[in-house]
């Protein structure tokens, strides 16, 4: 059974809109990682999404372009602001394997949400 | 600095010929994690395995195999006799403990099996 829903699973939207993207775990987890995935390309870290804090953001990434919230140990969501076709990508939520009581394993990926700005 | 590189952008290989997908890694931690993960045309992250740096064991499962030489920070994926169903993109990736676990992925290796 999946660990992690994904809400929408895709959208196409327009230019200077935003979009949330819905994150749900099946546990309580301390920390949530949101990834983007631009096309052809490999996964690269936003944000780590914590529990009671301000998210934390790598570099290159910025709070104002990228709201995140987690208002709950199951729940985050990420905010894809005015948007630009440069958006488009996969955005995809994770959460590691051990915080969720599987033991040392993978970390659990959310089956991404694939975004187009037209 | 935390970094994964996968030195190989593409490689095409015949139907049950083996190939070995490489990665290199960086970090200053003494405790952390690789992974190797299988991203087929569907999209799905297909997770295939997690090592901790304290395990150097070689690992086999079935067709896969792994070589993790912490002297040579390298932790190789080969597939043995191939199959058209291994066409995917494979990403290593590392998390170090020291930093919350993110996982860092390498940019990819897209693996072509020809028929």
């Known amino acids: 059974s999946a660990v992690i829903s994904q809400k929408p699973s895709r959208d196409i939207c327009q230019r200077g809109t935003s979009l949330t993207i819905q994150c749900q775990v099946d546990?309580?987890?301390?920390?949530m990682f949101w990834y983007r995935q631009q096309p052809g390309q490999s996964l690269t870290l936003i944000a780590t999404?914590?529990?009671?804090?301000?998210?934390?953001?790598e570099s290159g990434f910025v709070i104002d372009k990228f709201p995140i919230s987690r208002p709950n140990l199951t729940f985050s969501t990420l905010t894809v602001s005015n948007m630009s076709p440069e958006d488009s990508s996969i955005y995809l939520c994770?959460?590691?394997?051990?915080?969720?009581?599987?033991?040392?394993?993978?970390?659990?990926f959310g089956q991404g949400t694939r975004l187009t700005v037209v | 600095a935390q970094k994964v590189t996968q030195a190989q952008t593409e490689i095409s290989v015949v139907e049950k010929e083996d190939v070995t997908l490489d990665c290199v890694y960086e970090t200053r931690d003494t405790t952390y994690y690789l992974f190797w993960y299988k991203q087929p045309p569907s999209g799905e992250l297909v997770f295939l395995i997690r090592?901790?740096?304290?395990?150097?064991q070689n690992e086999i499962s079935g067709r896969y195999s792994w070589n993790f030489q912490k002297s040579t920070s390298s932790f190789n994926f080969t597939i043995t006799a191939s199959q058209v169903v291994d066409s995917a993109v494979y990403f290593c990736?590392?998390?170090?403990?020291?930093?919350?676990?993110?996982?860092?992925f390498g940019k990819g290796t897209r693996l072509h099996i020809l028929p």
């Open positions: 990736a590392l998390s170090e403990a020291d930093r919350d676990d993110k996982i860092i």
């Open positions: 090592r901790n740096s304290f395990d150097e």
């Open positions: 546990s309580q987890v301390t920390m």
């Open positions: 994770s959460v590691e394997g051990a915080s969720v009581g599987r033991g040392n394993t993978e970390a659990f």
């Open positions: 999404a914590n529990q009671g804090s301000e998210a934390t953001y």
